[in-house]
């Protein structure tokens, strides 16, 4: 099958799907690998979330095992307990109503911590807390920085603070270990499965006691299953061990019904494999349903309790994508997402991704929905890149297809470049203060060759992470190669 050939893309698009309503055992065999992750990157300043309906029951509850406990229990000392005490204040309000609710925490945080340990406080609690704000995120840290991680989650560990904020210094020590070993060491530290495995325990103890608010508990257990992800025997004993409290103890809480659907949906994927259709085995197939049929149920129940949560209706989209009853129902979910957040980008790129003609769609319905996000008037936030993120699926499937050739000629269609224009233009014209949204608008001109539109969002782009070009000399050979393109057609100058 030709990418590039949108009328057979129809056409085989239509027979197989006309079919598959027909014949479930088809259905089934087009299913053939697991979905990918949506772009993950940070989002604008439109879409802070909203307020959790459970915030006053978390800030309670926050204050209680933060500032109450440091009060009760923590180092403390008339040179510091003033900055420790704002500190821990702003940290129980961001944790309970969003750290967007004002657009000072992080900057109280970070200089209140600062001053605390500037004054020689050496309370585990605060130094945790000021690793996080000051030191960096943990998914960033360093061979260098990541020691420090560790040491404030083992002082942690020594203390008698409660067992939430032991769990949350162990996980971003094991994170901070593993972002500091690298992406390409073949070796997992020690410290990660020390740290992630004593998280886990800290986390099985705290959902033991049912007075927690609900999306507490949802918010920790989510960033375990986060982090163990990629090791399917850890992921799945920590949610055995965590599932029966939650459903003894939270048995109206929506978002952790939430939280065992997609856990279920990913059990699935488990279960089935990653072998073509037509390959996976008549036991992979009836785990794959039969989980995906728990997985319904959880989602079901958990749109029934709380009918506003907008990531419910997109867990029922990737739930459609494994089931395939049809588009009309994955339609439905997409519009009650949208009805929810016209900013919700996770709803769109599931959407698109359901779309892709290996699924039930062919490129031009990405392409279409693609358009349809950049012209929305009602739409906003991240959408208007659904265009752009059309062409990077259609450039890969013209790079599986036919080499990596193909797909640097992909890019240099006029065609293409004018989507990439227009979903950028519309995204800069909503966010103009976005800047470091220029970093990849850049690496999209390159990629056309669209030398005249590079050379001036070079002069937009600021401050530069030589991350996003693959390191300083890369970023260096693309601005001497757009320098050297001037003139008519963006042709190198004699």
Known sequence: MKLDSVSVLLVLGAIACSLAAADPALKRRQVDEQPPEATQEPIDQTGARKQPKDAEARFRWNTRTLVAEYEAIGRRSPKWDGPANKALGMLARGRSYGPNFDTNFWKVVHDSCQEAVGAGCDDPLIRYVHTIYVIGPASRATKETAPQYIDAARQMRESKYSDIRKFYACLRAA???????????????????????????????????????????????????????????????????????????????????????????????????????????????????????????????????????????????????????????????????????????????????????????????????????????????????????????????TGREAGNAARKDYWKQPAVWEDVKTSFDKFFQLHPAAVGYRSRYVRYAYRCEQWEELNKQLSLLGPVNYDDFGGKQKFDEMVKLAKEHVGKGGKVAD
């Open 175 to 397: 994170e901070a270990a593993k972002a500091a070993a690298g992406k390409n060491n073949p070796q997992t530290p020690r410290e990660v499965h020390e740290f992630r495995k004593a998280a886990a325990d800290y986390l099985t103890n705290v959902v033991q006691d049912g007075t927690i608010p609900g999306g507490e508990i949802y918010d920790a257990c989510f960033q375990l299953l986060d982090a163990s992800r990629l090791n399917p025997r850890e992921h799945e004993a920590f949610f055995n061990a965590l599932e029966p409290h939650l459903v003894k103890n939270w048995p109206q809480e929506a978002s952790l019904y939430l939280l065992r659907g997609n856990y279920y949906i990913d059990y699935a994927w488990r279960a089935r494999g990653n072998a073509v259709a037509s390959r996976v085995t008549a036991e992979g197939w009836k785990g794959f349903e039969e989980r995906l049929v728990v997985a319904q149920k959880c989602l079901e129940k958990a749109w029934k309790l709380d009918p506003t949560d907008a990531r419910i209706p997109v867990a029922m989209i990737i739930l459609e994508l494994g089931q395939g009853e049809g588009r009309d129902r994955m339609e439905m979910w997409f519009q009650r997402a949208m009805q929810l957040d016209s900013n919700n980008y996770q709803a769109c790129w599931q959407k698109l991704y359901y779309l892709a003609p290996k699924w039930y769609g062919s490129s031009k319905d990405m392409l279409d929905f693609g358009r349809e996000c950049a012209a929305s008037e009602k739409w906003g936030g991240r959408v208007p890149l659904m265009l752009l993120e059309a062409h990077v699926h259609l450039a890969y499937y």
